[in-house]
């Protein structure tokens, strides 16, 4: 039986390899009461994908002296760590409800792995807004603005997991595992975990404004999640990871008001 430390860290593992793809020892196994256990994990993983974008960031920026490449280089190194899962349920969720009027097609439609067009139209259309988005922040914050985004987004998409039911039947989803009810202490700690990076930003640019994003964060999935109840009685896998990328991009967009607005 593993000790306490090594338990955790497990878990940990567990996570980096569900959401990355990044490799894992050996020892760390897989199994899908792992895997649902992982899940408090999810934030954390954040903290990596952030990481890795804002140093693809400066790096691009110390090399090239070009702010745009810099920021296309924070998104490749997300988007290759990632594998582009969560723009990849985006993209699915898109397709699903533009293209499906019943529950069934929907859920047809999310689970063929063809690109359609609302997919290519809304993924690109995102993709472009968080780029925008974060050009107009000061090149200073767009470090913190990526670690304060990237976990927090993925905290918000943890909540949908607490508070609604999965909405597939079959239990061969790749996501079934993930999707099992969490505990409200699983819940505190993963919210922990990916709001450290926000709190730390606010002691550190003395901006308490900055709290206030939890505010859009919790309009922005309160009414996706009310919507994919609305259509499919509950959420997908492909639906938490669209509201990771809504609410990524949720989050650049307040920041971009408080620096407009000089607060930060």
Known sequence: MDSWPRH???LFLTAVQFYTRL??????GHSDELLNKATVYFPVVGWLVGGAAAAAYAGGRLLFRHDDVALLLS??????LTGAFHEDGFADTCDGFGGGWTRLKILAIMKDSRLGTYGAVGLGLLLALKLAALRGLPPAGIGAALLVAHPLSRATALTCIFTHEYARDNEDSKAKPVAKKISRAELAAGLLLGGLPLLGYAAWAR?????LVLVPLAG???GLARYFQRWLGGYTGDCLGAIQQVAEGVIYLFLLILTAWSFI
């Open 8 to 10: 955790h860290l497990r």
């Open 23 to 28: 490799p894992v020892p050996a020892w760390v």
């Open 75 to 80: 998104l490749v190194a997300s988007v290759l």
């Open 207 to 211: 901006c308490p404004a900055l709290l």
């Open 220 to 222: 922005a999935k309160t």
